[in-house]
């Protein structure tokens, strides 16, 4: 299997499914690759942490779960790690993987993988996004998200256990 499947959820490889099969590209078309994202599902008094693109990125001026791109070599816990001490100035220790996505836009595709993680020191700060907030189940239908994040947050909504 070529490098760039090898960032297709795990479930897709373990049921033996072709990753390439799992596309619908023309005969010859060329597929993008994918970019592989940590992001965290940081939570502190019943409120989740979410963050807002910078307008001139990439479904800019929408509101994530902060994280970023895994380098190549690099777990993804070290990953969301690094990513959040860069954008937002916080340590935090992570925990389970909640959720993980694939999901292709028009221009590129990507695999999430979402863990929950503990706030361990600093309070965070927009070093490396637009804005943030702290926000409740409830408040989370008030912010637009990236299609990709739609499962996720579906998950949330669903499952109060997740909050506490």
Known sequence: MSPKWSGLASSTRAS??????VFNYPEGAVK???????????FRNGKLLITRRH??????????????KREPDESFEDCLCR???????IEVA???????????YPDKSVHLKFFRCRWLAHEPSPIGCDA?????????????FPAADARLLAKLRATPALWD
């Open 16 to 21: 033996g499914v072709n990753p390439a099969a």
């Open 32 to 42: 993008p690759d994918i970019i592989e994202v940590a992001a965290g599902l940081v």
């Open 55 to 68: 307008a001139t990125a990439h479904q800019g001026g929408l509101w994530e779960f902060p994280g970023g």
């Open 83 to 89: 990513e959040l001490r860069e954008e937002l100035g």
């Open 94 to 104: 992570v925990g389970e993987l909640v959720e993980s996505i694939h999901h292709d």
């Open 132 to 144: 943030l907030a702290w926000v409740t189940a409830f408040e989370l239908a008030q912010y637009a």
